[in-house]
């Protein structure tokens, strides 16, 4: 039986380096091979997706924690935020000096031409021209750099359907109050993933299969973080990387080697879908 397997990006495809391990990049070849069909489901934008796709061959994608669906490059599923509730969130990090970036479906909009790719160490200029930035510096650039809010100018008449929050896990509770309507999803320490209230990389799994007539009994999903908490549980097997959070961990179904130790070919071959 095909397998559709759902593969989140850092932590999971790449490693903090944003680099692919060479034994990932040849277990999605095997997994092609063997008539398995894989997709990547992660909380990146598009924009910050595409050097990865097309690396790895693979013409799917949930992006964003489930906004966006894409499957062949046709858009099956889209989730925008109520423009109001933007600008009520934008305010509101305008309010509290947290850092903020919004994501469009092709574009992030900022103050500033550098846009980061979280949970990496890569930041995209411009339109995916990418430069390591070390780790120490990362953090320190990115709060310089995305304390003001994004010119409204910039994204008038665009859908926005993800908010990035440079803010902690203590501060995220103050946001959690006052937008109900909204879905928090973390993947690191200083940063937040904001979407719509209901959606999660679970719904976009689940728009994924009825769209093109697959069973959820034919599922796998790899993660590493409480963004990928919802996918894990929702697929037939969910795996947790070795890098991974402990509370993935603890709901996995299977836990893999680290990214950087083969995890997703080993894994791969446990289950010999490889």
Same mark, same amino acid.
């Given at each position: 039986? @095909?397998?559709?397997?759902?593969?989140?990006?850092?932590?999971?495809?790449?490693?903090?380096?944003?680099?692919?391990?060479?034994? @990932?990049?040849?277990?999605?070849?095997?997994?092609?091979?063997?008539?398995?069909?894989?997709?990547?489901?992660?909380?990146?934008?598009?924009?910050?997706?595409?050097?990865?796709?097309?690396?790895?061959?693979?013409?799917?994608?949930?992006?964003?924690?489930?906004?966006?669906?894409?499957?062949?490059?046709?858009?099956?599923?889209?989730?925008?935020?109520?423009?109001?509730?933007?600008?009520?969130? @934008?305010?509101?990090?305008?309010?509290?000096?947290?850092?903020?970036?919004?994501?469009?479906?092709?574009?992030?909009?900022?103050?500033?031409? $550098?846009?980061?790719?979280?949970?990496?160490?890569? *930041?995209?200029?411009?339109?995916?021209?990418?430069?390591?930035?070390?780790?120490?510096?990362?953090?320190?650039?990115?709060?310089?750099?995305?304390?003001?809010?994004?010119?409204?100018?910039?994204?008038?008449?665009?859908?926005?359907?993800?908010?990035?929050?440079?803010?902690?896990?203590?501060?995220?509770?103050?946001?959690?109050?006052?937008?109900?309507?909204?879905?928090?999803?973390?993947?690191?320490?200083?940063? $937040?993933?904001?979407?719509?209230?209901?959606?999660?990389?679970?719904?976009?799994?689940?728009?994924?299969?009825?769209?093109?007539?697959?069973?959820?009994?034919?599922?796998?999903?790899?993660?590493?973080?409480?963004?990928?908490?919802?996918?894990?549980?929702?697929?037939?097997?969910?795996?947790?990387?070795?890098?991974? *959070?402990?509370?993935?961990?603890?709901?996995?179904?299977?836990?893999?080697?680290?990214?950087?130790?083969?995890?997703?070919?080993?894994?791969?071959?446990?289950?010999?879908?490889?």
């Amino acid at each position: 039986m @095909t397998k559709i397997v759902f593969f989140d990006i850092d932590g999971t495809l790449v490693t903090k380096y944003n680099t692919i391990p060479q034994s @990932t990049k040849e277990a999605i070849r095997k997994l092609k091979t063997n008539g398995h069909i894989p997709v990547i489901a992660t909380g990146r934008a598009p924009l910050l997706i595409e050097e990865i796709r097309k690396e790895l061959e693979i013409d799917s994608y949930i992006a964003m924690n489930g906004q966006l669906v894409v499957h062949k490059g046709d858009v099956i599923f889209h989730n925008p935020i109520d423009k109001q509730t933007v600008d009520r969130l @934008t305010a509101k990090a305008v309010e509290r000096s947290n850092g903020i970036i919004l994501c469009g479906g092709k574009d992030i909009y900022s103050n500033s031409i $550098v846009s980061l790719a979280k949970r990496s160490s890569v *930041w995209t200029i411009l339109k995916g021209i990418g430069k390591i930035v070390p780790g120490h510096m990362q953090l320190s650039l990115f709060k310089r750099l995305i304390r003001k809010p994004p010119n409204p100018n910039k994204y008038a008449g665009k859908p926005i359907y993800q908010v990035i929050l440079e803010t902690t896990i203590d501060e995220e509770k103050a946001y959690k109050e006052e937008f109900k309507d909204l879905h928090f999803a973390r993947s690191n320490t200083y940063t $937040v993933d904001v979407i719509s209230q209901g959606i999660s990389k679970a719904v976009g799994i689940q728009k994924f299969l009825e769209v093109n007539g697959y069973e959820q009994s034919q599922t796998f999903g790899f993660g590493d973080s409480p963004n990928d908490l919802e996918m894990l549980q929702y697929v037939e097997v969910g795996v947790a990387m070795g890098n991974g *959070w402990d509370e993935i961990k603890e709901i996995a179904d299977h836990v893999a080697e680290s990214v950087h130790e083969d995890g997703i070919h080993k894994a791969l071959k446990h289950f010999n879908i490889i």
